[in-house]
């Protein structure tokens, strides 16, 4: 039964949405001034039965990484395949000490939180069936 829900749990991950994440802190233009990079250290995936499961990005068929062109409001991201993804930001604020970003991909919604002073990353991606939760860093490019 257990290899069972992994096996349902990864397959639903390969069509999630894009993950999110990065280096070092650069505290200067993680505000959406500019261009950004986040990588993803810490993914946890729950399937709507409530069982979880941990690893990392590519564990999920999630990138490593992921770059924000605050410009023109895109996250792009390659993945391991060779695939390269793009979801438009919806929307963009910054709040406080912190940039978030919110969209739609693959009847999934998803956002992104970045503390503009230390470059910590929280992402979510939620849809019906499986749900993401991404931790990272970023810095600005």
Same mark, same amino acid.
Not at 26 to 54: N, P, R
Not at 60 to 66: H, K, Q, S, T
Not at 71 to 94: D, L, P
């Given at each position: 039964?257990?290899?069972?829900?992994?096996?349902?749990?990864?397959?639903?991950?390969?069509? +999630?949405?894009?993950?999110?994440?990065?280096?070092?802190?650069?505290?200067?233009?993680?505000?959406?001034?500019?261009?950004?990079?986040?990588?993803?250290?810490?993914?946890? +995936?729950?399937?709507?039965?409530?069982?979880?499961?941990?690893?990392?990005?590519?564990?999920?068929?999630?990138?490593?990484? @992921?770059?924000?062109?605050?410009?023109?409001?895109?996250?792009?991201?390659?993945?391991?395949?060779?695939?390269?993804?793009?979801?438009? @930001?919806?929307?963009?604020?910054?709040?406080?000490?912190?940039?978030?970003?919110?969209?739609?991909?693959? *009847?999934?919604?998803?956002?992104?939180?970045?503390?503009?002073?230390?470059?910590?990353? *929280?992402?979510?991606? @939620?849809?019906?069936? @499986?749900?993401?939760?991404?931790?990272?860093?970023?810095?600005?490019?």
């Amino acid at each position: 039964m257990l290899n069972r829900k992994c096996s349902r749990l990864i397959a639903a991950c390969a069509f +999630a949405v894009a993950p999110f994440v990065s280096s070092a802190a650069s505290a200067a233009a993680l505000d959406g001034s500019g261009d950004i990079v986040c990588a993803a250290t810490h993914v946890v +995936a729950c399937l709507e039965d409530g069982f979880c499961l941990q690893g990392q990005a590519r564990t999920f068929d999630l990138p490593d990484l @992921v770059v924000l062109d605050s410009k023109n409001k895109v996250v792009r991201s390659t993945h391991e395949s060779g695939h390269n993804a793009a979801s438009h @930001v919806k929307n963009m604020e910054h709040n406080g000490e912190h940039l978030v970003l919110q969209g739609v991909e693959n *009847s999934r919604g998803w956002d992104i939180a970045i503390n503009s002073t230390t470059g910590r990353m *929280s992402a979510s991606g @939620v849809g019906d069936d @499986v749900s993401f939760l991404i931790h990272g860093t970023c810095t600005a490019l």
